[in-house]
């Protein structure tokens, strides 16, 4: 079912604070960074070695960002999965009780999918299911396409 981590996604208070960071502990190399205003949150993604990280700020104290701050600190937020087919996918896990939410289509680029918390891997799966061109494309390729 599932083909690759995709990202992982974490929640900061100050994301310039934490780029630094990045950058000069881990040699970070930085992608983009943007603002995302319905989701209320900043978002920067980085490439660490071969993975791909999405570091999260809010831009509302009402945003899901700090709330999940609130909750549990700066901590993991989300992570992201690809899957083959999407449909499938939503197919298998409802057949199983498991629910899906906020279904999103960015024409020609992806399809994505939210699976709360409660699933055996205990947080939220942003799931993804690449199109076209971007099924091969690189993280760098794709990230910048959907957030640059």
């Known amino acids: 079912m599932f083909k690759k981590v995709d990202h992982i996604a974490i929640a900061v208070r100050n994301l310039e604070e934490t780029k630094k960071k990045l950058e ?18 900043t978002v920067a993604i980085f490439r660490i070695g071969e993975n791909i990280f999405t570091f999260l700020e809010s831009t509302s104290p009402e945003g ?24 499938k996918f939503m197919d298998h896990l409802h057949a199983n009780g498991v629910k899906t939410s906020n279904y999103e289509e960015i ?5 994505e ?16 299911e690449w199109l076209g061109e971007y099924r091969d494309a690189t993280p760098e390729e794709r990230m910048t396409k959907v957030w640059g």
Do not use: C, W
Request: glycine share 12%.
């Open 107 to 111: 024409e020609g680029v992806r399809k």
């Open 64 to 87: 899901f960002v700090a709330k999940h701050i609130e909750r549990s600190g700066e901590t993991m937020q989300h992570m992201g999965i690809e899957v083959e087919d999407i449909k």
């Open 24 to 41: 000069t502990l881990f040699g970070a190399k930085f992608i983009v960074q943007n603002i995302n205003e319905k989701g209320q949150y």
């Open 113 to 128: 999918v939210l699976v709360g918390p409660r699933n055996p891997l205990g947080v939220i799966l942003q799931v993804f």
